[in-house]
């Protein structure tokens, strides 16, 4: 079973310019999750997938971001006219939800794309 | 409201030495969920392991050990024998039942193993 993929691992980009990052979730995995991190901090949440439905984003998640997951299976991460702020890594996990809920699922991590914004 | 405290920012030892990294975290929730993982130099968050809050059994994997205290709201992990490999940045996690998704995560302790 492969793991969480992610592309490209590596980003760089001049400012105002667009970039889309691609995750590949564990195959059967139901929830997809991208997360932001910046250096020496924990992963900051951005938004989440069940199947095709983005179920939360975050406020951190301005409308220059936009995530999608078509068919429930790999998940894009837009960025548009992006800032130097930007500049993070953009980690995806994906978990298995029970249909039952009644255990947690567990968020296994892809290497992550590592953005600069010039 | 939730919340995990990760007290080192970083801890140095000599490879050999066991070292403990400290995790305290905060809920009103009576069943939740507290997770460690391993982020090596290449960036890549790495599972370790996951408890729930009805579990309180330590639990032992190879050099790992875990050692979850309700009474003190806490969630220690050792390394005994540390090993160069074992240098990373650890973090602690903590999910709550009516909330799944949601991981709130400590601040990281760097490990640092010198050969």
């Known amino acids: 079973d492969t793991g969480v993929s992610q592309d490209p691992r590596h980003k760089i980009t001049k400012r105002g310019q667009n970039v889309t990052f691609r995750c590949d979730p564990i195959s059967e995995h139901n929830r997809l999750y991208w997360y932001r991190q910046t250096l020496g901090q924990g992963p900051e949440f951005l938004t989440y997938f069940q199947n095709e439905a983005q179920l939360e984003k975050s406020r951190l998640l301005s409308d220059r971001f936009s995530a999608e997951r078509p068919k429930g299976s790999f998940s894009t991460l837009e960025i548009q006219r992006t800032e130097q702020g930007d500049s993070a890594m953009y980690l995806c996990?994906?978990?298995?939800?029970?249909?039952?809920?009644?255990?947690?699922?567990?968020?296994?991590f892809g290497p992550g794309t590592r953005l600069t914004v010039l | 409201a939730q919340k995990v405290t990760q007290a080192q920012t970083e801890i140095s030892v000599v490879e050999k030495e066991d070292v403990t990294l400290d995790c305290v975290y905060e809920t009103r929730d009576t069943t939740y969920y507290l997770f460690w993982y391993k982020q090596p130099p290449s960036g890549e968050l790495v599972f370790l392991i996951r408890?729930?809050?009805?579990d309180e059994q330590n639990e032992i994997s190879g050099r790992y050990s875990w050692n979850f205290q309700k009474s003190t709201s806490s969630f220690n992990f050792t390394i005994t024998a540390s090993q160069v490999v074992d240098s990373a940045v650890y973090f602690c996690?903590?999910?709550?039942?009516?909330?799944?998704?949601?991981?709130?995560w400590g601040a990281g302790t760097k490990l640092i193993i010198k050969p």
């Open positions: 408890r729930n809050s009805f």
């Open positions: 996990a994906s978990s298995f939800l029970t249909s039952g809920g009644a255990s947690t699922d567990t968020q296994y």
């Open positions: 996690a903590l999910s709550e039942a009516h909330d799944r998704y949601q991981l709130i």
